[in-house]
């Protein structure tokens, strides 16, 4: 457990304590932004490797206590959760992303940043970390067990406060034209549409995007127990 701890501990520092802060920025300024992110993908593999090895041992531990016993009714509806959950997160990474890695540069070229928000980002400008947030709060919460809670609680934390890092990185470098972007979406997931603040347009996501996301989701459901040796209905 130990050493689960000390993973989940250095995932969650470099991603909130560095990535997203003036830390980062002062590192880039020494560095570079090239060889920063060279360094910064190695260390984030390098602690995912590690929580994942680490979790692998720790959930078959002694040491691993049962916290709570998930509800049926949670476990009955992971399918449609992960489905939710990829949905935002497959068609988050292939739209293009004022808030993805050199998305920047279309907020700062537009005259207008509001109507770059369109498609996915209508219903949250951080699609893809909105889709971890769901998958590892599932997953935390069917589990039920301490490893399962530093484990994928991880995951929560990094990408929840992950969309206010990337929120102020955003801030810090475009100022009014961010604001203007970020006025015409939301963070939090339909809270743009539910002011109107953004009009959905299904067609906007991309049907291929769509039919990637459920191709992803069948191949998950359908490999799960192979990959992880637990199968994704309850009961099975």
Do not use: C
Request: hydrophobic share 55%.
């Amino acid at each position: 457990m130990t050493h689960l701890m000390m993973a989940a501990a250095l995932f969650f520092g470099i991603h909130i304590l560095v990535s997203g802060t003036k830390l980062r920025d002062g590192i880039v300024g020494l560095i570079g932004e090239l060889p920063y992110k060279g360094l910064f993908a190695v260390t984030s593999l390098g602690a995912i490797v590690w929580m994942a090895m680490s979790y692998n041992a720790a959930v078959v531990s002694a040491d691993n206590s049962i916290l709570w016993q998930a509800p049926m009714g949670l476990l009955h509806s992971g399918s449609l959760i992960i489905l939710v959950a990829t949905l935002f997160a497959v068609i988050g990474l292939t739209a293009p992303s004022a808030t993805s890695d050199g998305g920047d540069k279309a907020v700062a070229e537009s005259d207008d940043p509001a109507t770059l928000v369109k498609g996915i980002h209508t219903i949250t400008r951080h699609p893809f970390l909105w889709g971890a947030i769901i998958w590892a709060a599932f997953h935390m919460g069917a589990n039920g067990d301490q490893a399962s809670v530093i484990f994928f609680g991880t995951f929560l934390g990094v990408a929840f406060f992950g969309t206010f890092a990337i929120d102020g990185k955003r801030r810090r470098a475009l100022g009014e034209k961010w604001d203007a972007f970020a006025g015409a979406s939301s963070n939090v997931p339909f809270a743009a549409l539910a002011t109107g603040r953004a009009k959905f347009s299904i067609s906007e996501l991309g049907w291929w995007r769509i039919v990637l996301a459920l191709f992803v989701w069948g191949a998950l459901f359908a490999s799960h127990e192979w990959l992880f040796d637990v199968s994704p209905v309850p009961g099975a």
